[in-house]
């Protein structure tokens, strides 16, 4: 009789004890990781590395050649984005210094009207070279926002799994639908209202810049504010729905593997056997989760890092451009160099808060769903 009792919780036990008690994703193996793979090598080549090299990497305590590949990839950034944007910035200088001169000798033989005319040409000449320079800016800024959403779609089905296995069936859950509701907010938001918006905000800059009255300023500041509010809100709602996420959905898990974990170990004979053995596979799990997290979030870096350098470097180069030419020339030319350098901030300002937002994100998700295997 009490054999088959304890054949009874055993069978209940199998019933009810989440899986990766009986060794499911408790091994690198257990995921495909090879769509995350061909896409990561597809946008940042074969150099970069595949992912479950860098898990591997993760799992055995082994930063370094993370490190040292971010090193590498953003002194290739800084020394193209140099090459590639001095001639626009030389030429925006040029440009403005000569549109100076020409209105100083205008002004000096009383040809006010010359020098009118040679400052709206030298206006439109820079302003064009400009505004086609920060279309550049924007499809670096549209072009990573994209790679980040599809890397972190071929990514969540995974790590949720992940998730799931180390006992967090619940919070996988929450946090999988809060994700995508993530990614979602990014793909509307950002790519299709607010990089609109800040193109609009350059372009109304420059034409108020042509002017001696100002009458757009006040429109330009309602935009830049409508951009501002828009990422920090977004930002604000996502990390605030993790948070207050993180603080319940993980110990529903934990409430009930530990309920199923103290009716394993009262039965007799195997009981104390079964638990320890289940509360090593729960580990494996998570260390396995938490692995192909922070890989996860040294490909997120690596991802983001050299759009962010250009964006800045193209930002503090066409601020160093209108410092320069500022004590020469009209201030409306150093007005229609900053109205770049400020747009190229604003896109850089939209990629890092896309970055904090997934970053904070998983490891918010990493650290809540250890609840299970602590409650052990």
């Not at 210094?97 to 209105?103: E, N, W």
């Amino acid at each position: 009789m009490r054999r088959f009792m304890a054949g009874v919780f055993v069978l209940l036990a199998l019933l009810l004890v989440p899986e990766p008690v009986f060794g499911a994703g408790t091994e690198a193996e257990d995921y495909d990781l090879s769509q995350i793979e061909e896409y990561l090598e597809q946008e940042m080549g074969a150099e970069s590395g595949s992912f479950r090299d860098m898990l591997d990497s993760v799992l055995g305590g082994d930063f370094s050649g993370a490190l040292s590949q971010m090193v590498t990839l953003a002194k290739q950034a800084a020394f193209s984005e140099l090459t590639a944007n001095k001639n626009a910035v030389r030429q925006a200088i040029l440009i403005a210094l000569f549109g100076a001169l020409l209105t100083y000798f205008a002004e000096a033989f009383s040809e006010n009207s010359v020098g009118e005319t040679g400052f709206y040409v030298s206006y439109l000449l820079l302003a064009a070279l400009l505004f086609t320079a920060f279309g550049t800016s924007i499809a670096i800024c549209t072009r990573v926002l994209q790679v980040l959403l599809g890397f972190l779609s071929l990514l969540v089905p995974v790590f949720f799994m992940a998730v799931a296995y180390s006992g967090g069936t619940v919070t996988s859950l929450g946090f999988y639908q809060l994700t995508l509701l993530a990614i979602g907010g990014v793909q509307w938001l950002f790519l299709k209202f607010l990089i609109p918006i800040i193109e609009i905000y350059v372009t109304l800059l420059l034409v108020n810049s042509l002017s001696r009255e100002d009458f757009l300023s006040k429109l330009t500041d309602l935009m830049k504010v409508v951009v501002e509010w828009g990422m920090k809100s977004l930002l604000g709602l996502i990390l605030g729905l993790n948070l207050v996420q993180g603080l319940v959905l993980p110990l529903v898990d934990s409430v009930k593997s530990s309920a199923v974990r103290k009716a394993v170990s009262a039965i007799p004979w195997i009981g104390n056997g079964a638990e320890a053995v289940g509360q090593v596979l729960l580990g494996s799990g998570a260390l396995i989760k938490n692995g192909i997290g922070t890989a996860a979030l040294i490909f997120l870096l690596l991802l983001c890092l050299v759009p962010i350098l250009k964006l800045g470097i193209v930002a503090i180069m066409y601020q160093g451009a209108a410092a320069v030419v500022q004590p020469a020339a009209d201030k409306r030319i150093v007005a229609c160099i900053g109205a770049v350098a400020s747009g190229t901030k604003l896109l850089l300002k939209l990629v890092l808060y896309t970055l904090i937002l997934f970053v904070v994100t998983v490891a918010i998700v990493c650290a809540a769903s250890n609840a299970n295997y602590y409650a052990g």
